[in-house]
C-alpha cells in the first residue's frame, strides 16, 4: 500500500522523466519531436480523461498539448499526465479566455509544467459586432476580419507575451484559414501578425493543413520566416467537396489525404522546429486506430 502522497509524487516523477526524455531525442536527432494534439481525442477525454491519456501514451506518443482540462486542477492534471508518461509542453486558449484572466492561466501552466501557451483562435475588440452573425461568430470572423482586428489581436498578443515571458513562459499563436483571406492587395491577416508581433515575445505554431486548405505554401513560409516558428500541426484533408470553403476541409489521417508533408518535414528540420504535432479533428474509424496511423506515418518520414 502507498499514500496518496506517495502516488501523487510518482506520477510527478514520471512527467519530469518525460520531458528529460523528449529533450534529450530532440538533442540528439535535431528533428522535431512527435507530438499529439489532444483536441483530437476531445470526445474521449470527457468521458474518461485518465484513461484516454493512457490510451494516447500506448500508442506511441510522449509528447502533449492540451486543449482544456475538462474540469480537473493543475495538480490533476499533472498527475494524470505523469501516470500515462506524457510530456504536456503546450496548451491551447482562445484569445477570448486569455484575456478574461491571464494571470490565472499563467499560474496553471506553471503548476502543470507547460513551456507554451498557444492562442487558438482570435477575437475582436467588441465581440459584440459577431454575436448575432449568420452562421455565429466563428464564421463570421472567418469572412469578416479587418486589418484593424489583426492589428489589434497582435496588440493583444505582444502584451499577453511580455507577461507570460517575464513569468517563464513561452506564448504563440495558432492559424486557421482566416489569416490568409485576402484584405485588398494582397495583404492578409497572416502577414500583419507577422509583422506587428515582437519576436522576442510572440511564437508562431503554424498549422501546417490550414495553411494548405487556404491555398497557401507552408514550407515557402517556414522558410521565409526561420525564426518566428517553433511549434507545427499536422494535419491532413480529404480533396475539396465542390462548393467547400477551406475552413470547412474535413480532416483525415496522415498520409490518406492531399497535403505533401515533403517539404514541410524538410523545412521544419531545417529552421530547428520543436514539435510535431499530429492534429486529427474528424474520424472514419475509432480514433485509437486513426491515431496509431499518424504516429506510424509521423514516425516514418519526421526521422
Known amino acids: 500500500m502507498i499514500s496518496r502522497r506517495q502516488f501523487m509524487a510518482g506520477g510527478s516523477m514520471a512527467a519530469a522523466a518525460a520531458v528529460l526524455q523528449s529533450k534529450a531525442v530532440h538533442a540528439a536527432t535535431g528533428a522535431p519531436q512527435i507530438g499529439l494534439q489532444l483536441y483530437s481525442v476531445r470526445k474521449l477525454l470527457e468521458k474518461d480523461y485518465v484513461g484516454t ?16 482540462f475538462y474540469n480537473h486542477t493543475a495538480a490533476e492534471v499533472k ?25 490565472g492561466t499563467i499560474t496553471f501552466a506553471k503548476e502543470i509544467g507547460l513551456h507554451w501557451v498557444i492562442c487558438s483562435s482570435p477575437s475582436v475588440a467588441d465581440p459584440s459586432r459577431f454575436a448575432n452573425a449568420p452562421g455565429g461568430a466563428w464564421q463570421a ?10 492589428k489589434w489581436n497582435a496588440e493583444q498578443f505582444n502584451r499577453i507575451g511580455h507577461k507570460m515571458k ?10 486557421h484559414t482566416m489569416e490568409f483571406r485576402d484584405l485588398g492587395g494582397g495583404l492578409n491577416g497572416y502577414q500583419i501578425i507577422l509583422k506587428e508581433t515582437d519576436p522576442r515575445v510572440v511564437t508562431l505554431e503554424m498549422d501546417c493543413g490550414w495553411v494548405a486548405a487556404a491555398g497557401g505554401n507552408p514550407a515557402e513560409i517556414l522558410l521565409a520566416h526561420p525564426t518566428r516558428f517553433s511549434l507545427l500541426h499536422i494535419k491532413d484533408f480529404k480533396a475539396t467537396e465542390p462548393g467547400q470553403e477551406p475552413g ?3 480532416s483525415t489521417e496522415l498520409g490518406r489525404g492531399v497535403v505533401d508533408f515533403k ?14 504535432i499530429v492534429e486529427q479533428e474528424e474520424f472514419d474509424i475509432p480514433a485509437v486506430d486513426a491515431l496509431k496511423i499518424d504516429f506510424a506515418f509521423m514516425q516514418q518520414h519526421l526521422s
Open 53 to 68: 491519456l493512457q490510451m494516447v501514451s500506448q500508442v506511441g506518443y510522449r509528447n502533449v498539448e492540451a486543449a482544456g
Open 263 to 276: 517539404p514541410i518535414f524538410a523545412a521544419a528540420r531545417k529552421i530547428g522546429i520543436r514539435y510535431a
Open 141 to 150: 470572423m472567418h469572412n469578416s476580419m479587418t486589418a484593424d482586428d489583426w
Open 248 to 250: 470547412q476541409r474535413v
Open 166 to 175: 517575464s513569468r517563464g513562459l513561452q506564448f504563440g499563436y495558432h492559424n
Open 79 to 103: 498527475h494524470a499526465m505523469g501516470v500515462a508518461q506524457l510530456n504536456c509542453f503546450s496548451a491551447h486558449y482562445s484569445l477570448a479566455d486569455l484575456l478574461k484572466d491571464v494571470d
